[in-house]
């Protein structure tokens, strides 16, 4: 017997080409391998997702905003953006390979988020005391100048300083702030002008101008009070819990009574407070 290695060759190829040929009918008519015919699972996009990208936005128009009040404010805010913005694509790129510890991922972040919020409830909800009323002395805490001028949250404070002292004519006020950078008045003077102004006498009012920090203010104010008696701290909701902690390490018991934050002010005021939490909880 003959083998003919040309007619197998021949043979083979015929082969292929029909079955290429049959193929190409097939996906035509639609049929596809069976292998190929496996529908892909589609994961949904998620609500923790939606939420994650309405944040995101928030944070991005807010830095936006923060530009055209205090660039330098705004820098870090663009630095968290860019963080967060980071993290999340991070998330995304995970649930598209392993869905599942992408969405552990997401539930990581969110969870993040609801901490750092509800640290912040915690930091205005705990700023104001029940029973301030008759204090000897209060402490009112300043805040920088701007050109000269006080910006609003340093007329809040004033104003409730002004309401406390009409309330409780026995109380002495302690105006606490020096000078800053850029002014030639100290923060303590321009409170005084102003509270003098709202028709408190200027005999009920203390200055204490040497301080250029929350420390400083309540070590020197303490110098200017007799220690038992009765105080309070007046100054903003989102300042109130660090002032307290301040005072706690001065050992000097005090109350507090808080004045609200410009609602645009208050995410600013509250990171950079968190902040400076932390660096007071390092300070040993």
């Not at 002395?137 to 910006?151: I, N, P, S």
């Not at 009409?166 to 100290?186: D, Y």
């Not at 009765?230 to 005090?254: F, G, N, P, Q, W």
């Amino acid at each position: 017997m003959c083998y003919n290695s040309v007619m197998d060759d021949e043979y083979l190829e015929d082969y292929k080409r029909i079955e290429a040929e049959e193929q190409d009918e097939d996906i035509q008519r639609g049929y596809v391998p069976a292998d190929e015919a496996k529908p892909q699972k589609k994961h949904k996009f998620g609500l923790s997702n939606i939420l994650l990208i309405i944040y995101l936005i928030l944070h991005i128009a807010y830095t936006v905003y923060m530009f055209t009040v205090n660039w330098m404010h705004a820098l870090l805010w663009l630095v968290i953006v860019i963080f967060e913005l980071a993290a999340f694509s991070v998330v995304l790129k995970t649930q598209k390979k392993v869905y599942l510890l992408g969405r552990l991922l997401s539930l990581i972040f969110i969870l993040t988020l609801l901490v750092n919020s509800a640290y912040s409830a915690f930091i205005l909800l705990s700023s104001g005391d029940k029973n301030a009323d008759g204090a000897d002395y209060a402490l009112v805490m300043g805040f920088g100048l701007k050109d000269g001028q006080m910006e609003e949250i340093l007329q809040l404070r004033c104003d409730k300083a002004v309401e406390y002292l009409q309330k409780n004519p026995q109380c002495t006020a302690v105006l606490c702030g020096g000078i800053t950078r850029g002014n030639a008045v100290s923060e303590a003077k321009a409170m005084k002008d102003y509270i003098v102004r709202s028709g408190v006498p200027e005999n009920r009012l203390l200055v204490e101008d040497s301080s250029t920090s929350t420390k400083e203010n309540i070590t020197y104010a303490k110098k200017m009070i007799t220690v038992s008696s009765k105080v309070i701290v007046i100054t903003s909701d989102y300042h109130m819990h660090r002032v307290k902690e301040v005072c706690r390490r001065a050992a000097l018991s005090v109350r507090g009574v808080s004045c609200n934050t410009p609602l645009l002010d208050l995410p600013d005021k509250l990171m950079w407070e968190k902040i400076k939490l932390i660096a007071l909880l390092m300070d040993n």
